[in-house]
């Protein structure tokens, strides 16, 4: 997948605090990440310049502070059928974000 400049997307990867986790938030986006190939680059969300957001919350309650992120496309991930829902979409669409 490339974004508009036709480089690979580039995805910030920002996690909760993990306070109170219903799922391994890691081993999910491990598991997104290896569906992915080499479609995205998953970086921590503070490594330059992102295409967009992974904002990966540990439950529905989805309280990580987001701000900062004004002006990037942002989405949250609260548990599995989320993470789908972005591998549809995103990843495996072809047609960017």
Known sequence: MKNDLGSM???GVKYCGGC??????????EQIEKRSGEKIDFTPYGNGKVDLILAVHGCKTACADMSGFEGTEIW??????DAEKFIGEVVNSGTGI
């Open 20 to 29: 109170n986790p219903e799922y391994d938030r890691v081993a999910l986006v």
């Open 9 to 11: 997307l580039r995805v």
């Open 76 to 81: 949250n991930i609260t548990d599995i059928k």
